[in-house]
């Protein structure tokens, strides 16, 4: 790094033009000569891989592979509750007798949040100037921010479900594992709601152990049961 | 949400980068070239929904996060030996050294194990100071961070590093010591 004052991921971001105006006009006025190297090495680079690429092509395959990551999308939202009904009773009643033999009914919660199992996690959803409440209207655009209240160390997933059915990893975005929660419940980073119509029902899902993101997925749509030792709090918000 | 044009531009945009990130850490052309289409899948999947970053920010955040997972699935489903072609991908011209590749490859097998559980930003942010060597100054400007963020996750990560060590009796030879040493 001998006489580089910008890193390489610096370098990177300024050839896709998503570098900062202020880093991009140091970046202008400071870069060495080993900077200015690298970056026309970097440039070079890049356009080596892009001719070895057809990018329409991949592009179809990005948007195929997209597809699989939301499997709601492409189903009817009603056709969910034609097939799965069986499923669901059959679900619902295990989950009934479970919460049963393991302990009492838990305390009426206060309305805000909905949880499945036991006390283990409570989702709140912070809007820009205000804590939304389960229920709530919101308008596209509005920033939100999720938090995730319990004292149990372990592991979570934010997911979402929007109006066309169609599922989103929240948190940690994008991922198939669920991650480590520690004393710190309010999780980094915020999203915006687009314009889907329709109710969004965000979900936060808890276990003390590591666990695959697909395996609750069922669960938040509506069509199977969550697995053992997972517990689940559940916020809508209407917009309109 | 993103038409077919505009998925174009933002491949050409930021494929190169991103298959430079998985290639240096699975070490693997065509896996790499795989990582990338799969970063750009679940950011589309996502619905590009996400306010606190730009596209660059969130796409190489996938890009890392999925290699690493990459290569914990390489392990998990065959012990296979992480790739000793996996390239530095910073540092101005070191490729070439043998101690420099071993070490890497070294922080590589110690963060795929060490990393497990954390967020995908923190995961971000230990692979850039741990393996790619960049100071925590370097890593707040390139990832658009403040300096004492970027310190809060890495202070997380050695937290969460004793925590596993003390849990499973894993001695880490290489993520303690980083290749940076800004303080």
Redesign the interface.
């Known amino acids: 790094?001998?006489d580089?004052r910008f890193?390489?991921?610096?370098l990177?971001?300024s050839?896709?033009?998503?570098l900062?105006p202020a880093?991009a006009a140091a970046l202008a006025a400071e870069a060495t000569a080993?900077d200015q190297a690298?970056l026309a090495e970097?440039e070079r680079?890049?356009a080596e891989?892009?001719r070895g690429?057809d990018?329409?092509a991949?592009?179809?395959?990005?948007?195929q592979?997209?597809?699989?990551?939301?499997p709601e999308a492409r189903r009817p939202w009603w056709l969910r509750w034609l097939l799965p009904i069986g499923t669901l009773a059959a679900a619902a009643a295990a989950l009934v007798v479970f919460l049963q033999s393991k302990k009492p009914a838990p305390p009426a919660n206060d309305g805000d949040d909905f949880q499945t199992k036991g006390d283990d996690i409570s989702l709140v959803i912070h809007g820009e100037a205000r804590q939304l409440a389960n229920g709530d209207t919101v308008t596209p655009g509005t920033?939100i921010m999720f938090e995730a209240q319990g004292g149990k160390p372990g592991?979570i997933a934010i997911v979402g479900i929007d109006g066309s059915r169609?599922t989103?990893?929240?948190?940690?975005?994008?991922?198939?594992?669920a991650?480590?929660i520690?004393k710190d419940r309010l999780l980094?980073?915020?999203?915006?709601?687009?314009a889907t119509p329709g109710d969004e029902t965000f979900f936060a899902v808890f276990s003390a152990r590591?666990f695959p993101i697909d395996t609750v997925l069922p669960a938040v749509t509506g069509t199977g049961a969550l697995p053992p030792g997972i517990a689940m709090s559940r916020v809508i918000l209407h917009k309109k | 949400m993103h038409g077919a044009g505009s998925v174009a531009e933002l491949y050409r945009k930021h494929a190169p980068a991103l298959h430079r990130r998985c290639l240096g850490i699975v070490g693997n052309s065509d896996d790499a070239r795989d990582l990338v289409q799969e970063t750009f899948a679940r950011y589309l999947a996502a619905g590009s929904r996400f306010a606190e970053a730009t596209p660059f920010a969130v796409l190489y955040r996938i890009a890392t996060n999925a290699s690493i997972d990459r290569l914990r699935r390489r392990k998990t489903a065959s012990e296979d030996e992480l790739d000793d072609n996996a390239a530095p991908t910073d540092g101005g011209g070191s490729g070439a050294d043998p101690n420099h590749t071993a070490r890497r490859v070294d922080a590589l097998h110690d963060l795929v194990f060490l990393t497990r559980g954390l967020s995908e930003e923190e995961v971000t942010v230990a692979v850039l100071h741990h393996l790619d060597g960049y100071t925590q100054d370097g890593i707040a400007e390139s990832l658009d961070l403040s300096r004492r963020t970027v310190g809060k996750m890495l202070a997380k990560f050695e937290e969460h590093l004793k925590k596993r060590a003390a849990r499973t009796g894993f001695t880490a030879p290489t993520a303690p010591t980083g290749m940076a040493n800004d303080g």
């Open positions: 790094m001998a580089r890193t390489d991921l610096e990177e971001r050839l896709a033009g998503d900062s880093r080993a690298r970097l680079e890049h891989y892009l690429i990018v329409e991949e592009v179809r395959r990005i948007e592979r997209a597809e699989r990551h939301r920033k592991f169609a989103t990893v929240y948190y940690p975005f994008g991922a198939r594992e991650t480590a520690g980094p980073g915020a999203i915006q709601l687009d590591p």
